[in-house]
Nanobody
Framework: QVHLVESGGGLVQAGGSLRLSCAAS????????MGWYRQAPGKQRELVAE???????NYADSVKGRFTISSDNARKAVYLQMNNLEPEDTAVYYC????????WGQGTQVTVSS
């Protein structure tokens, strides 16, 4: 069974930084991509960033230049370095792994105070 476990969320002031980590286990296939989605209260879940197994990245416009996604294919891990955080970044952040379908983690809360 596939498990994705996120860590690194928390409370930070605007302008601060956080680094999210996600480790996957139970995966016996080659992942096409790993990434991060987020969901703020009252809003739909949205893509934050994704990285393919070949290293191609895709970012939401709202985080370009502030967030950096990276991965360790051997460890089946993905990371999200978040700099210059804004209150609008407050959300539950979910790790994903994609192979024919999306696998989801439980989520980690990120709260940015103004």
């Amino acid at each position: 069974q596939v498990h994705l476990v996120e860590s690194g969320g928390g409370l930070v002031q605007a302008g601060g930084s956080l680094r999210l980590s996600c480790a996957a286990s139970g995966i016996t296939f080659s992942i096409n991509a790993m990434g991060w989605y987020r969901q703020a209260p009252g809003k739909q879940r949205e893509l934050v960033a994704e990285i393919s197994s070949g290293g191609r990245t895709n970012y939401a416009d709202s985080v370009k230049g502030r967030f950096t996604i990276s991965s360790d294919n051997a460890r089946k891990a993905v990371y999200l370095q978040m700099n210059n955080l804004e209150p609008e970044d407050t959300a539950v952040y979910y790790c994903t792994a994609r192979y024919n379908r999306y696998y989801w983690g439980q989520g980690t809360q990120v709260t940015v105070s103004s």
